[in-house]
């Protein structure tokens, strides 16, 4: 391998150098802004330095000598390696709306390292340790408060709990960056899931391929490969990223037949520009990566400088839509605060809607007609199938139950609104005795 010149000035301080050992990355990690200037020759002023320790005491830095190695050092302060990497005394700044939790994960969390948001699937966050910390990290309330991987034990809780709620048919590992616990401990993990009878698919969420592509291991590969179907989502978020080791970290992965995709997050001044997402994501395309998720910021606390507003993530999304392969563009979500999950966002292309005929707009500008049928039979659904002429196979379907607004769409459930649980005017009516 040849190394950058970042490369050979890092090694060359860090003696011997075992640079594609993950291992020795992991041990070499910067965690100080001493250890960061000796290696960048990047030097603070004191008063700079007495302020971003402060920011460090709040929230810890570490970087792998990798992932330092991609910053140009010559404009390191608008590099988009370093803004996601390097702390900024920004971070605290912490404003009314930001929360520790918006997520609100721990309030749905039945079971210690587990969030049960949806009807099918799980997050469970099986360590607390990252190679890198994000400086946009979500999950910044937890980063370095107790750096440790749970003993396998712990997480016997949360494995119960998915094996008692046969409805689970997801289990996706998260943390921290599930990557860095060591070979075994992950295939018992792994192994301990895959007996559940009803969980159909595991994935992992992890940032290795971006922050230490050295992780992923032929050794790595075949635990991982037992465990199929498999998938894998990662965290580029800037071309610059896909380097050429990343690029065979990904194909090792993809040639297992692991199926991988991209959570990017939208981040003010580091990617928040139509040509670099759009960059981005062909480039994830080259590489088998097929981009899943472009998310709006966070309200977690210490990122307001990372936040956009909405509609820049529109306007990308409008540079993308048409004009490249469908599968390059990613379903742009807002994490709703409090728990409510992921709500995709998107430019609107319906311009009026008549009696069978709807008007739309393509991404040149064209406003078009589709005319609609003018007799349509609508199959009338009691979600029970068994009189139905569509040929669902019911040996092999899942049950169906309906929450939400599909419960509105129902041709059988009764419920024609849904009505927030604090209504004022509700409660006029029980308190008036006028129900019913
Ligand atoms: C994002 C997320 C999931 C997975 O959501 P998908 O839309 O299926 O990718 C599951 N649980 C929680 C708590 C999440 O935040």
């Known amino acids: 391998m040849i190394l950058n010149e970042n490369q050979q000035k890092i090694t060359k301080r860090i003696k011997k150098t075992k640079w594609e050992d993950w291992t020795w990355q992991i041990k070499h990690t910067i965690k100080t802004l001493k250890q960061f200037e000796q290696i960048t020759e990047i030097k603070f002023s004191e008063e700079e330095k007495n302020i971003l320790d402060e920011t ?19 404009n390191y302060k608008t590099d988009p390696v370093y803004l996601q990497s390097f702390p900024s005394p920004k971070e605290l700044d912490v404003c009314v709306h930001e929360m520790s939790d918006p997520l609100s994960e721990d309030k749905d969390s039945p079971v210690p390292h587990l969030t049960h948001r949806y009807p099918d699937r799980v ?20 980063v370095g408060d107790r750096d440790s991987i749970p003993v396998f034990e712990e997480l016997e809780k949360a494995f119960k709990y998915i094996e008692n709620n046969t409805k689970v048919r997801d289990v996706l590992l998260s943390g921290g960056d599930p ?25 992992i969420g992890t940032r290795m391929p971006v922050v230490l592509p050295y992780r992923i291991t032929t050794k790595l590969i075949k635990i991982l490969k037992k465990y199929q179907p498999l998938y894998i989502n990662t965290h580029f978020n800037h071309p610059r ?39 981005l994501c062909q480039k994830l395309v080259q590489n088998r990566v097929r981009p899943y998720y472009l998310y709006q910021c966070d309200l977690s606390e210490g990122l307001t400088h990372f936040r956009t507003p909405i509609n820049k993530g529109i306007e990308i999304l409008e540079s993308l839509i048409g004009h490249t392969s469908g599968f390059a563009r990613p379903t742009y979500v807002i994490d709703a605060p409090g728990g409510g999950g ?29 005319k609609e049928p003018d007799s349509y039979e609508a199959t009338f659904c009691d979600r029970d199938c068994v009189n139905c002429k569509l ?11 309906t929450i939400g607004i599909e419960k509105l769409l129902s041709n059988t459930d009764k419920t024609i ?14 308190k008036n005795k006028i129900n019913k």
């Open 56 to 74: 460090i005491r709040k929230f810890p830095l570490s970087i792998t000598p990798y992932y330092v190695s991609l910053i140009d050092l010559k």
């Open 417 to 430: 609104s849904l009505i927030p649980s604090v209504n004022q005017r509700i409660k006029r009516r029980e």
């Open 391 to 401: 040929q669902l196979n019911l040996e092999e379907a899942n049950k169906f139950s």
């Open 342 to 370: 992921k709500i995709p966002v998107e430019p609107n292309y319906i311009i009026s809607h008549g009696t069978n005929k709807v008007i739309l707009r393509n991404y040149e500008g064209i406003i078009t007609t589709y």
């Open 241 to 279: 990223e896909i380097t050429n080791s990343a690029k065979k970290a990904l194909a090792m992965l993809v040639n297992a037949g692991i199926v991988l995709g991209n959570q990017s997050v939208l981040l003010s001044g580091i990617n928040d520009c139509p040509r670099i997402i759009k960059t």
């Open 123 to 142: 997050l469970l966050h099986v360590s607390n340790l990252c190679s890198m910390y994000c400086r946009h990290c979500t999950r910044k309330r937890k």
């Open 179 to 203: 990557l860095m616990l060591p070979d075994d401990y992950l295939d018992k993990v792994l192994n301990r899931i895959s007996q559940i009878p009803h969980v159909e698919i595991i994935r």
